[in-house]
């Protein structure tokens, strides 16, 4: 076993750990720590059995293993992105949702107060 993947176990039982500390903590949630833990998981698999990758590049037909491997790296960001994207959009309309009950209802209270004088 190579140093490089000496490093990549490393990193990936770090990434791992981070996560579940992350997770106890109630600073991430399990949604989100699902799919981190899985790439985590992903991670040492691929740095303890290295071929996999290159068995898997052959499979699909790709020349270069680490290629194979960026562009999933890739893929996996630009989902990430756009399921973040999704979950801000969703939450900036609950948001505006909100302000504008909460206004209504500051609305209705002055009515009621300037009602009771």
């Known amino acids: 076993m190579t140093t490089t993947h000496i490093g990549s176990i490393l990193v990936a039982g770090g990434s791992v750990l981070a996560m579940l ?3 106890r903590r109630r600073q991430l949630k399990e949604k989100y720590a699902v ?3 899985a790439v985590g998981v992903g991670m040492l698999v691929l740095g303890a ?3 996999l990758l290159n068995n898997f590049a052959e ?3 790709v020349k ?12 996996l960001l630009l ?9 801000a ?8 949702t909100l302000a504008e009950e909460v206004a209504l209802l500051r609305r209705r209270l002055d ?3 300037r009602a009771q004088r």
């Open 21 to 23: 500390e992350l997770l």
């Open 59 to 61: 499979l699909v037909g």
């Open 111 to 113: 009515e009621v107060e």
């Open 64 to 75: 270069d293993p680490p290629n194979l491997l960026l562009f999933a790296a890739a893929l």
């Open 89 to 96: 959009s969703r939450l900036e309309e609950k948001t505006r």
């Open 49 to 51: 059995f290295p071929v």
């Open 79 to 87: 989902l990430v992105c756009v399921h973040l994207s999704w979950e």
């Open 35 to 37: 799919l981190w833990l």
